[in-house]
């Protein structure tokens, strides 16, 4: 998608890709393939970028770290790391007043069993790095329940479960000369710990506390000195105030609405982040826009299925990222636009769901 | 253009370029560099395609139609002709009832001389085939000051030269299943023969008028059998009536502005009609919808003058197509989207000459 913002501002993207069948690897013409666990690999890469920026966050930092002397690295080893180390990111957001569930280092049953005493039970240990998507997460209700999570020696965090209403996130961007701009505050809709859809914007929410929000994500993004997107995922509690959960600095999934659905994309936000232009207009363009994830079925050929949804709703836009169907796998979004918000969900609902099982809803 | 909308749908783009560095081969993984005359070149990049498509009308009948045994060629070479021979492209809209301007094929002066005393001077001489972008045109008052083309043995074609009020285009497509849309009649703005501006809607144009209009090209496609996209140039006469210019089988440059203003782009539209998919819906995004061409100055470096262009107008959306820049060759164009015409023109046309000249205006 990134390629797609490339080829508009005319900027050359080169890739290093695991493997030549992988996404991104498929639609870019200068393509490494390699291992970005390879020094050697990064070092031959970075030859010739201009900057070097990332699609996840698992390049090691000491490596992000040592490139950086050859070539500009956006965002930087020293705001990467609060998306790598959980515990680093907790560390950071609490100095600077960002709003955080309860939280500790956690190394033993005692500590664990100090913690529930004082913030409740169940509560949530996560490992402190490779955490994605629900792995590295775990919900407990006593150290006798982690005993064998805290006996790998894994770095871990425990939080408090906090008692949240939904789940919100705010997809902002910031440049090396210290422009920031935020996007609407969104909900996203998890099922099974999977974000299903994105709701854009989050709809009745609060003017001030989506002010709020948005104020939160981009102080982070300023105090952590991100360069790029930034994308903070985030609990709303009763009440309506707002506390940080996870952190993402790249485009993000949170985002993906945006591509139609907002004057500047976040992919091309990221661009300009991280090349150092002026950023981009957020607005949206409809006031609302739905993104439902494609996650992969039994059956690999959505292709085939693009014709009834095509066919059923002309205004529906189709991502599909060329990735192997694997059941569970995000393999793709759509996209709605409206002014309807029942109308909207309804309308990437039936297309997700036509084109990950070939059923009709 | 087209590989930003085939990286959304997960259709694999291939490129037959006759250079690394032409725009399209430079952001596809799959390019064979070749020459479109040479029908083996031809044959061997058509091999695993399961669609070919044009993004010019130079391709040989000849070879599109032996391609044509081979693998499915979208428009074919029945259709494409029309769009390669201006002769038979006025013959068959004659026969079909498609509003002309009164023409004649000629080869003589003798002909010339009849054609130009019945329907006036100065008359517009045009080469049947090899016309491009207002070479291949010339306009004349008498036979002796078209005996040197006259004598070249190229077949001519002469056109009254119609006093028209300004010119339109109309984008359409058809898919092989028949199926058909047409975007909004568009203006296109002229400067020296090469169209410096879109305007979509084109302003107060009559909505019988633009139906005509609409009417007019999804009736050429359809009694043509293009598959594809279709961009039908027109000049709208005092009275309101149109009457047709010329034919483009591809996506047109009367139509980039649907890439932030339409639904569903132009690049899109030809790729789900050569894919014979059901199209998308060709509405528009904001009421008004500027294009400017950029056209390549003196100073090559179109990238450094991003800064101010993106820091004025964070709505700008700027597309440069990775060409070498020659002094009036099309490089890239900008779009401007929004409610009061005179404003978003002049937001486009601020963007488009300040990258073009460093000029501010």
Known sequence: MTQQAAIALGVELRVLAGAPDESAARVVGGVQIGDYRDLAALREFARGCDVVTFDHEHVPSEHVEALADEVAVRPGAAALVHAQDKAVMRERLSAIGAPCPAWARVASAGELEAFAREHGRPFVLKAAR?????????????????????????????????????ELAVVVARSPHGQGVSYPVVETVQKDGICVEVIAPAQGLDPEHAAQAQHVALKIANELGVTGVLAVEMFQLPGGRVVVNELAMRPHNSGHWTIEGARTSQFEQHLRAVLDLPLGSPSPVAPVVVMAN????????????????????????????????????????????????????????????????????
Chains 1, 2 share one sequence.
């Open 130 to 166: 490779g955490g994605y998507d629900g792995r590295g997460v775990w919900v407990f209700s006593s150290a006798d329940e982690a005993a064998e999570v805290l006996a790998s020696g894994t770095p871990l965090i425990v939080e408090e479960l906090v008692p949240y209403e939904r």
């Open 294 to 361: 494609l996650l992969g079925g039994e059956d690999p050929d959505v292709y085939r299925r693009y014709e009834h949804v095509m066919a059923h709703d002309p205004g529906i836009k189709i991502h599909f990222y060329g990735k192997e169907v694997r059941p569970g796998r995000k393999i793709g979004h759509v996209t709605a636009l409206g002014t309807d918000v029942d109308d909207v969900r309804a309308r990437a609902r039936h297309a997700a769901v036509h084109l990950m099982t070939g059923e009709y809803v």
